[in-house]
């Protein structure tokens, strides 16, 4: 697992506690900023699933 595989998730989850908090509270603006946030935690955690992936890539075709 690397970095942006944990960021990653951290700011998906945060962003989804952030839009639940609006909707609780009736706020749009906050929606909108949670739902953002999980957007950008989703896309990086691809990145990081993606770069791991290549490395394990990398690391298969290794001779030893």
């Known amino acids: 697992m690397n970095s942006d595989q944990i960021k990653g998730t951290m700011k998906d989850v ?32 691809a990145v990081g699933n993606a770069r791991e992936a290549l490395k394990d890539a990398h690391a298969g075709n290794r001779k030893v």
């Open 14 to 45: 945060a962003g989804k506690a952030q839009r639940k908090l609006g909707e609780a509270i009736g706020s749009t603006e906050q929606q909108v900023k949670g739902a953002a946030t999980q957007v950008e935690g989703k896309v990086q955690k």
